[in-house]
T-cell receptor, first 113, second 115 residues
């Protein structure tokens, strides 16, 4: 079984600054995948970034990077140069051998002008 | 690029009624997942299908059933609806299943309200 913990219910960041959203996980699977999704107020789920458990390098996608620390079982999302449009709910998720995704409780990010 | 299509986008039902949600995966995707997201909650995995066969089952109530058809679209059938079934229902699709952690592409969701 997999479990995701996001300890920050809400975060504020000033526009153009960087922000880190925390995510820790627990799994008994030897190999797994970690995902971050963005959910704006419209409700859609937007894929941001993916990290495989055997990937040695941290994943990056544009302004998004994943700080993967396997020994600590953490997969924090870093958003650089925050924009007003980044204000949304952010979910960390894990998929194990069954490939079914388990989500954390989410972090609501608010970018202040 | 084609995305996952879900219909209807909004649905209002009364208690004890039935509802059917439809999901059309991205072309050539063979795996479909259903998730339920209650108000203020994170999405909860319900059930998944790979190549028209059920591949995994999560917290899907016995009142719900689902299937994947020959054209890979999927339907979630919900009977004896309860107030607590009011939620956003997401369908996601991916290519392949098994040990690969294939990116799941989410549809826009169907917002079900049970009165």
């Amino acid at each position: 079984a997999q479990k995701i913990t996001q300890t920050q219910p809400g975060m504020f960041v000033q526009e153009k600054e960087a922000v880190t959203l925390d995510c820790t996980y627990d799994t008994s699977d030897q190999s797994y995948g970690l995902f971050w999704y963005k959910q704006p107020s419209s409700g859609e789920m937007i894929f941001l970034i993916y990290q495989g458990s055997y990937d040695e390098q941290n994943a990056t996608e544009g302004r998004y990077s994943l700080n993967f620390q396997k020994a600590r079982k953490s997969a924090n999302l870093v958003i650089s140069a925050s924009q007003l449009g980044d204000s949304a709910m952010y979910f960390c998720a894990i998929a194990g051998n069954d490939n079914d995704m388990r989500f954390g409780a989410g972090t609501r990010l608010t970018v202040k002008p | 690029a084609a995305g996952v299509i879900q219909s209807p986008r909004h649905l209002i039902k009364e208690k004890r009624e039935t509802a059917t949600l439809k999901c059309y995966p991205i072309p050539r995707h063979d795996t479909v997942y259903w998730y339920q997201q209650g108000p203020g909650q994170d999405p909860q995995f319900l059930i998944s299908f790979y190549e028209k066969m059920q591949s995994d089952k999560g917290s899907i109530p016995d009142r719900f059933s689902a299937q994947q058809f020959s054209d890979y679209h999927s339907e979630l059938n919900m009977s004896s609806l309860e107030l607590g079934d009011s939620a956003l229902y997401f369908c996601a699709s991916s290519l392949g299943s098994g040990s690969d952690y294939n990116e799941q592409f989410f549809g826009p969701g169907t917002r079900l309200t049970v009165l």
